[in-house]
């Protein structure tokens, strides 16, 4: 059987797969189709202009070498650019193999020049899969690991932030998943690790993104036929942030594509940092093996912090703004606003900014003023401890009846009356429920949840209970 295009590509193919990093290979290699074999010239398709220019930039040595094995010194390389959305321009672009990395290629017959900005290709920064592109990181330097202050409430996840900046893809925490409620610093954090991560590696593609900006440009992408452009963009950053993870709830699409790209940089010891408000046991409707993925890593909760920390943020925030403040309004506005570092920092803005514009000494009359206006502005969030209490008062039984391990009954359905309200009216992920519920891990708190669902709509005794429940927690 004499040479074929399809046995010269699968000989090279041999040679480069045993040269190179097996993801590598699947990655770039495996999609290439050998096309035709005439004059000593191998035509090879590629699905688009970035892998095109990929292979040129990275693999040009070793399509060389393998080439010259198999066809000998005057062995030509032609890659066919199959490109969806081109109008019908799919003239093979023909390349000599040259002696050095930088090549010159010519069109065939239309000259479409190589560092035009096709529409078809943009990718979500910058300019598409160009030589030499520079991706902006999308950070900003504002966050930084300086005034993201150190507490009970947040030190695992800094230090994990900090262990991973310091050596991003090289240590157990990836991906670093930090989850929390609103307004705890889990953005801020993300942003803090990538600017110390660019500081550190200018050299390392660092990218932020939200999932939400994320899920946009992959619809757009789809929409485009250049899914495959926008995979391979994802796949040559260095350390990849997605805030807001929980946003790819219910979409399939998006799920299956970032599966793809976060197994993919994970084998090539890449780093992924996450954001998201629940813990990835609460997530609803994200597929298994994206969960079980997430849960690789290390998943670092962000919490409620406590009032040493709250005076902390307050007054680094002062000194970085230049502003003095007495001790005891400090003191005030810490102690009336728990539950949000950025109402927090909003409350001083504000009373800052009263006193300058009208010209008012900052009091605790009007720190009070300030901080009432916050406070009637967010809902207030109820403890765990405070749904308990409320709930044993109901039933008139102690707390720890109410935690007990008995299977009565009537305190069963206590117990997980509370423990549906704590899922209502908290912000705590489910074991962090169970554990302050009597020691009880998250299938049980989910099972309770479904329990007085299905009670509340059948049984009329029950649904009472949940409804004057809820006008006590609701005062």
């Known amino acids: 059987m004499g040479v074929t295009a399809q046995s010269v590509w699968d000989n090279c193919l041999d040679f480069i797969k045993d040269n190179i990093q097996p993801q590598a290979y699947k990655t770039w290699f495996e999609p ?41 010194e005057t062995a030509k390389l032609v890659y066919i650019i199959k490109m969806e959305n081109t109008y019908g321009n799919k003239q093979p ?24 900005k096709s529409p078809e290709l943009r990718n979500p920064f910058v300019i598409p899969g160009i030589r030499n592109v520079k991706i902006e990181s999308q950070l900003n330097p504002n966050y930084s690991f300086e005034n993201f202050l150190e507490g009970d409430s947040n030190r695992l996840a800094r230090s994990a932030g900090l262990a991973v900046s310091a050596k991003p893809g090289g240590t157990s925490f990836n991906p670093l998943l930090i989850f929390g409620g609103v307004g705890l610093g889990k953005t801020h ?18 990218l932020y993104i939200s999932a939400e900006k994320f899920t946009q440009q992959y619809i757009d992408a789809v929409k485009k036929n250049n899914r495959n452009d926008f995979i391979h963009f994802y796949q040559i950053i260095d350390v990849l942030i997605i805030d807001d993870v929980q946003f790819f709830s219910g979409k399939t699409g998006t799920q299956d594509v970032f599966f793809h790209i976060f197994n993919h940089l994970h084998q090539n010891g890449k780093q992924v940092i996450l954001t998201s408000d629940k813990a990835p046991v609460d997530m609803q409707d994200i597929e298994q ?30 000194y970085r703004d230049g502003v003095e403040m007495p001790e005891d309004i400090i003191d005030y506005v810490a102690k009336n606003i728990k539950t949000n570092v ?102 049980t708190v989910l099972h309770a949840c479904k329990t007085v669902d299905n009670l509340s709509s059948t049984d009329k005794q029950f649904r009472k209970y949940v409804e004057d429940i809820t006008k006590k927690l609701s005062v």
Request: aromatic share 8%; no cysteine.
């Open 32 to 72: 290439i189709i050998a096309v035709k074999l005439t004059d000593n010239a191998l035509s090879i398709q590629v699905p688009s202009k970035f892998f095109y220019e990929w292979l040129e930039e990275h693999y040009v040595k070793i399509l060389k070498v393998s080439l010259t094995k198999e066809l000998g």
């Open 93 to 116: 672009f023909t390349e000599k193999i040259p002696s050095s990395n930088r090549s010159s290629v010519k069109s065939q017959d239309v000259d479409i020049p190589l560092n035009n």
């Open 189 to 206: 954090l993300a942003h803090a690790i990538g600017v110390d991560i660019k500081d550190k590696y200018p050299e390392k593609t660092v």
């Open 289 to 318: 093996r994206l969960l079980s993925r997430f849960k690789w890593g290390l998943s670092a909760e962000l919490q409620t912090p406590d009032f040493e920390t709250r005076v902390s943020i307050l007054k680094n925030k002062l």
């Open 342 to 443: 950025r109402e927090l920092e909003g409350a001083i803005i504000s009373l800052i900014a009263q006193s300058s514009f009208n010209k008012k000494e900052i009091t605790i009359d009007l720190a009070r003023i300030i901080v009432e206006k916050f406070v009637k502005n967010t809902k207030r969030e109820v403890s765990i401890d405070y749904i308990q209490k409320v709930v044993s008062d109901y039933f008139q039984m102690d707390i720890d009846t109410l935690q007990s391990k008995t299977r009565k009954r009537h305190i069963v359905q206590a117990r997980q009356l509370a423990m549906f309200f704590a899922k209502k009216f908290t912000k705590a992920s489910l074991a962090s429920i169970g554990s302050q519920i009597g020691k009880r891990d998250h299938a």
